[in-house]
C-alpha cells in the first residue's frame, strides 16, 4: 500500500514538471473544458532585494478567469486581473468560433502571440521569480491589444497556426515618448482601453510539435504604431510613429529530468531617428535579445515534491547600453500548481554590475 | 484605409471556410484511398469503413472513428455512460488496417479539436502503433504528451476496441 502511494506520488511529481514546461495556458484549458461554466485562477507574490538598496515584496497579480462553453462550437473567455494588489485590468475577452475542423474565428481583446512568455505567463510554466527580462521590454508582457483574425491547428502536419488583424502600440500619448531605451516598448501597451487603431498591424505565429518532447514556435508582428498627433482621417504619419517590425523564434524541449527553452526576438522601429528627434526618445532603431535556460529535476523520483535548479543568460539591448542577465535559481513545486520560487540575478552593463535576490510564490488552478 | 487589405483577407477565409466545411472528414479519407490505391475498388461496408482487396491478394480496410477527450479538471469520462456535454472535445482520426490481419498499418489524425496537447497528432507518436494488434504489451502512450493525459488515454482505448475488432473478425473467417 505504502509502495503503491509513493509510486502514485512520484508519477504525478514527474507529469507536474513536464506540465511545467508545456503546460497549456488558462485561455486554451478553458476553451477545451467541457460543460458550460469554467472557473480558474492564478496568482503570485514576488520579492526583490537588491544586495545594495532597499528590497520590497509585492502581491504582484492576482488573476480570475471564467470561460463560457455555448455549445461545441462557440466559447468566450475572459480574465480579470487584479495587480499590485489594487490595480484593476481586464487582460482578456474574447470569443472563439469553430469555423471548420482546423480553423476557429477568435475576436477580442487577447494576449499577443509573440515568444513564450507572453502567452505562457502563469508562474508555474516559467521557472524565475520575474519573467525574463526580455519578455518585460521587447516583448512588453503581458501584451494585449484588440484583434480579430483566426487560430487552429493542422493534425497532419502537427502545426498550430493564430494569424490576427491587431491593434497597434501607442509610440506616443500626445506630450512624451512612450518607448524608451530604458524600458523599450513596455510603455506603448494599450491594453484595449479606447485604443487608437488608425493602422490596423498583422500578428502571425506558427507552432510546430514535430519532434519529440519539442516545441518550436515563430512569431511576426508588423504594424504602424499609433498617435494621437496623426491625422488618421488622411491617413498622414507623422514622426511620432514608427513602423514596428518584430519577429520572435523559440524553442521549448522537455525530457522527465531536464528542459531547456531558448528565445531569440528582434524588433526594427522604421522611421526611429525622426521619432528620437521629435519625441526625446533614446530608444534604439534595432532592438531585441535572446535567452537560452536550461533546467535540471534535482530532488529524486520517489520524492512526492519536486524541485528544478535552473539558470538562465539573457542578453537584450533597447537604448545604447546592452544589458546581460544571469539568473540561477530554484522553482520548488509542492504539487502541479504551487510553487515556491528563489533566484539571484546578476545584471551587468558596460558601467555596472547588480545583484538581486528574488523569490516568492505563485498558484495556478 | 490602410488597414482594407486585411480586413478584405480575413473576410475571405471566414468565406472559403464555410465553404469547406462540408464533408471534411469524407474528403480526406477519399484522398486516402487514392494514396493507398487508384485502382482497387473501394466497397463502402458502412458510413465510416471502407475496404478494398487488391489483385495481388492485398486486402484493406480503412476506418473513420471519432472519440470524446476530455481536459483534466473535470470533465466527464470519455466512456462514461451520461451523454457527452455540448462543451465535449473529441478527435476525428482514420485507420488503415491490414484487411486480412487487422494489424495497423497508418494512423492519420483528421481533427484535433483541443488547444494542446498536439503532440498526440505528431509522425513520430502516431508511428508507436504501427503493426499493433492490440494484443500486445501495452503501449506508453503517454509518453511524450502532457496536459492530455485522458485524451491519450481515451484514445488508446478506442483503438484497441476498433483493432480487436477487426483482428477477431479477420481470424473468424
Given at each position: 500500500m505504502r509502495f503503491r502511494l509513493l509510486a502514485s506520488l512520484c508519477l504525478l511529481s514527474t507529469a507536474t514538471l513536464l506540465q511545467a514546461q508545456f503546460q497549456p495556458n488558462t485561455a486554451n484549458q478553458l476553451l477545451q473544458a467541457s460543460g458550460t461554466l469554467s472557473i480558474r485562477g492564478y496568482g503570485e507574490c514576488i520579492g526583490n532585494q537588491p544586495l545594495a538598496g532597499q528590497g520590497t515584496w509585492d502581491a504582484r497579480r492576482f488573476v480570475l478567469f471564467t470561460g463560457y462553453k455555448y455549445d461545441a462550437h462557440t466559447a468566450v473567455v475572459t480574465e480579470i486581473e487584479v495587480e499590485h494588489a489594487t490595480e484593476i485590468y481586464l487582460e482578456q475577452a474574447f470569443f472563439q468560433h469553430r469555423l471548420r475542423p482546423g480553423v476557429n474565428l477568435r475576436a477580442g481583446l487577447m494576449l499577443i502571440p509573440?515568444?513564450?512568455?507572453?502567452?505562457?505567463?502563469?508562474?508555474?510554466?516559467?521557472?524565475?521569480?520575474?519573467?525574463?527580462y526580455l519578455d518585460h521590454v521587447?516583448?512588453?508582457?503581458?501584451w494585449r491589444e484588440l484583434a480579430a483574425g483566426f487560430q487552429g491547428f493542422l493534425p497532419r502536419q502537427t502545426l498550430g497556426y493564430q494569424l490576427y488583424a491587431v491593434n497597434g502600440l501607442r509610440?506616443?500619448?500626445?506630450?512624451?515618448?512612450?518607448?524608451?531605451?530604458?524600458?523599450?516598448?513596455?510603455?506603448?501597451?494599450?491594453?484595449?482601453?479606447?485604443s487608437l487603431a488608425a493602422h490596423p498591424g498583422m500578428v502571425g505565429k506558427l507552432e510546430w510539435g514535430?519532434?519529440?518532447?519539442t516545441l518550436v514556435s515563430a512569431s511576426y508582428y508588423a504594424g504602424q504604431t499609433e498617435s494621437?498627433?496623426?491625422?488618421a482621417k488622411s491617413g498622414l504619419i507623422d514622426s511620432t510613429t514608427v513602423f514596428l517590425q518584430m519577429s520572435s523564434l523559440d524553442l521549448r524541449w522537455a525530457m522527465k529530468h531536464v528542459q531547456f527553452r531558448a528565445q531569440g526576438t528582434l524588433v526594427h522601429l522604421k522611421g526611429a531617428e525622426a521619432y528620437r528627434v521629435r519625441t526625446?526618445?533614446?530608444?534604439?532603431t534595432w532592438i531585441g535579445g535572446a535567452y537560452a535556460e536550461g533546467a535540471v529535476?534535482?530532488?529524486?523520483?520517489?520524492?512526492?515534491y519536486s524541485c528544478w535548479a535552473f539558470s538562465r543568460y539573457s542578453f537584450v539591448q533597447t537604448g545604447a547600453e546592452p544589458i546581460q542577465l544571469w539568473t540561477q535559481g530554484l522553482s520548488f513545486f509542492l504539487n502541479s500548481g504551487v510553487v515556491l520560487k528563489l533566484d539571484a540575478q546578476q545584471r551587468r552593463t558596460s558601467s555596472a554590475v547588480e545583484w538581486t535576490v528574488n523569490s516568492g510564490f505563485g498558484f495556478w488552478f | 484605409m490602410k488597414g482594407t487589405p486585411i480586413i478584405a483577407a480575413l473576410l475571405a477565409v471566414v468565406f472559403l471556410s464555410f465553404q469547406w466545411t462540408e464533408s471534411y472528414h469524407l474528403r480526406a479519407m477519399r484522398r486516402w484511398q487514392s494514396a493507398i490505391s487508384k485502382e482497387a475498388a473501394w466497397e463502402e461496408?458502412?458510413?465510416?469503413t471502407w475496404r478494398c482487396r487488391q489483385e495481388d491478394g492485398e486486402a484493406h480496410l480503412l476506418v473513420l472513428r471519432r472519440v470524446n477527450t476530455c481536459t483534466?479538471?473535470?470533465?466527464?469520462?470519455?466512456?462514461?455512460?451520461?451523454k457527452a456535454s455540448a462543451g465535449q472535445e473529441y478527435l476525428v482520426y482514420g485507420a488503415h488496417l491490414?484487411?486480412?490481419?487487422?494489424?495497423?498499418l497508418e494512423l492519420r489524425?483528421?481533427?484535433?479539436?483541443?488547444?494542446?496537447?498536439?503532440?498526440?497528432?505528431?509522425k513520430w507518436w502516431l508511428k508507436?502503433?504501427?503493426?499493433?494488434?492490440?494484443?500486445?504489451?501495452?503501449?506508453?502512450?503517454?509518453?511524450?504528451?502532457?496536459?492530455?493525459t485522458v485524451s491519450v488515454n481515451a484514445f488508446v482505448d478506442d483503438l484497441k476496441a476498433l483493432v480487436l475488432e477487426h483482428h477477431d473478425h479477420s481470424s473468424n473467417q
Open positions: 509573440m515568444g513564450i512568455a507572453n502567452e505562457y505567463h502563469e508562474p508555474t510554466t516559467f521557472h524565475g521569480a520575474e519573467r525574463p521587447v516583448v512588453p508582457s503581458t509610440s506616443f500619448d500626445g506630450e512624451k515618448a512612450l518607448f524608451s531605451g530604458d524600458k523599450g516598448l513596455r510603455g506603448g501597451r494599450q491594453k484595449g482601453r479606447q514535430g519532434l519529440k518532447n494621437p498627433i496623426e491625422n526625446g526618445s533614446t530608444i534604439a529535476q534535482v530532488l529524486p523520483e520517489r520524492s512526492p | 461496408v458502412d458510413s465510416t483534466f479538471g473535470g470533465c466527464i469520462r470519455p466512456d462514461s455512460p451520461v491490414d484487411g486480412i490481419t487487422g494489424a495497423i489524425v483528421l481533427e484535433y479539436a483541443s488547444t494542446y496537447g498536439y503532440q498526440m497528432t505528431a508507436q502503433f504501427n503493426q499493433w494488434t492490440g494484443t500486445e504489451a501495452e503501449i506508453q502512450a503517454v509518453d511524450g504528451i502532457t496536459g492530455a
